[in-house]
Nanobody, 123 residues
Framework: QVQLVESGGGLAQAGGSLRLSCAAS????????IGWFRQAPGKEREFVAT????????FYSDSVKGRFTISRDNVEDTVYLQMNSLKPEDTAVYYC????????????????WGQGTQVTVSS
């Protein structure tokens, strides 16, 4: 079992920044990838970014590339999502999730999920 706890959400103005954290526990994560997903009201859950815990390779959706940065702290087993140049369309509940194996953008393949944290961007 992997337990994931997100924090760092809140309210930001358009153009501003927020940093989300995902604290993981329960298993050694060196064969896992940790991803960030988001879900806005009435929309499907969508991929944001993912990171390979062992090598640090990162992957982003086109909608956040160049604005968001995913990173990890393997000592603390924490993954971060630095969100810059925020837009109102970034408003959503953000979830972190863990998948055993290679990185991918498909939420159904991720086995473990956090409870989510709300991000609201005002115009």
């Amino acid at each position: 079992q992997v337990q994931l706890v997100e924090s760092g959400g809140g309210l930001a103005q358009a153009g501003g920044s927020l940093r989300l954290s995902c604290a993981a526990s329960g298993r050694t994560l060196n064969r896992y990838c940790i991803g960030w997903f988001r879900q806005a009201p009435g929309k499907e859950r969508e991929f944001v970014a993912t990171i390979v815990m062992s090598g640090g390779n990162t992957f982003y959706s086109d909608s956040v590339k160049g604005r968001f940065t995913i990173s990890r702290d393997n000592v603390e087993d924490t993954v971060y999502l630095q969100m810059n140049s925020l837009k109102p369309e970034d408003t959503a509940v953000y979830y972190c999730a863990a998948v055993y194996g290679p990185p991918n953008p498909h939420p159904r393949t991720y086995e473990y999920w956090g409870q989510g944290t709300q991000v609201t961007v005002s115009s």
